[in-house]
C-alpha cells in the first residue's frame, strides 16, 4: 500500500513510524500504535515492515510480511501499513527510511516507535545522531525487558504510559510450529492468513 500524506489540520502535523520485522504483527505493535497516536495526537502512525533486514536472514517473504501488516490496520482509521521500504535500495537502516519519510512527509514531524528493549541497542545504531536529528523518539515499556538508554541520549526521549502486553513474534513462530492457538496474539484475520499460507509451521 503506498502512504498518502495525512490531511492537514491547522496544528504542526505529526506523523508516527513503526518499522519491524513484523513476522508476524501481533497485537503488541498494534497497541504500541493506538497508544502513542493517541497521547502524543499524532495524525496518522505508518507501520513499515523490514524490507532488506542488515542483521537477520531467516524470514519470512516481504510480501507476506507486509500483507499481515496490511489486514492488521484494515479497520484503523489512523494507522498505515506502508511499503516504503521496498523502495530503497540495498540494506534496510532506520536513516535510510527516516530520510526517505522527509522526502515524502516534508510538512510532519516524524515520531520514530520503538520498545524500551530496544533503549540499550541505541549505540548500535546506524548514525544514532542523524537518526534522532530527523525524528523524536518514543518509548514504550515491554514487560521483564526495561532498557536504559546511553546516558548521553536519555534525555532525547519522550516515554508514553502503555500496559503491560507481553507478546512477542518469536513466542508466535513457535506456537505455531508447535500446534498451539495463537488467537489471543494476533488479530483473526492475521491467524487466518498464517495458516492459509501454512507459515511458521
Known amino acids: 500500500m503506498n502512504s498518502k500524506p495525512p490531511a492537514m489540520n491547522g ?14 504483527i501481533h497485537h503488541g505493535h498494534l ?7 493517541e497521547q502524543l495526537i499524532l495524525n496518522k502512525v505508518l507501520l513499515i515492515p523490514t524490507y532488506n533486514p542488515p542483521h537477520r536472514e531467516e524470514i519470512s517473504d516481504y510480501a507476506h510480511r507486509l500483507r499481515m501488516a496490511e489486514i492488521s490496520v484494515e479497520n484503523e482509521d489512523c494507522l498505515e501499513a506502508s511499503n516504503l521500504e521496498s523502495h530503497i535500495e540495498g540494506q534496510s537502516y532506520t ?9 515524502e512527509y516534508p510538512e510532519f514531524a516524524l515520531y520514530f516507535l520503538i520498545g524500551s528493549d530496544n533503549l540499550k541497542k541505541m549505540e548500535d545504531w546506524y548514525k544514532p545522531e542523524e537518526i534522532m536529528n530527523l525524528a523524536q523518539i518514543v518509548m514504550a515499556k515491554r514487560p521483564g525487558k526495561e532498557g536504559t538508554a546511553p546516558g548521553k541520549y536519555g534525555d532525547r526521549i519522550i516515554k508514553i504510559d502503555m500496559p503491560p502486553v507481553d507478546i512477542s513474534s518469536t513466542q508466535i513462530r513457535e506456537a505455531v510450529r508447535s500446534g498451539r492457538p495463537i488467537d489471543k496474539f494476533v488479530p483473526e484475520k492475521v491467524a487466518e492468513y498464517i495458516k492459509g499460507n501454512n507459515l511458521y509451521a
Request: hydrophobic share 40%; aromatic share 4%; charged share 30%.
Open 11 to 24: 496544528r504542526r502535523n505529526k506523523l508516527g513510524i513503526l518499522g519491524g520485522l513484523f513476522d508476524p
Open 95 to 103: 536513516l535510510k527510511t527516516l530520510k526517505k519519510l522527509k522526502t
Open 31 to 37: 497497541a504500541l500504535s493506538r497508544h502513542a497516536l
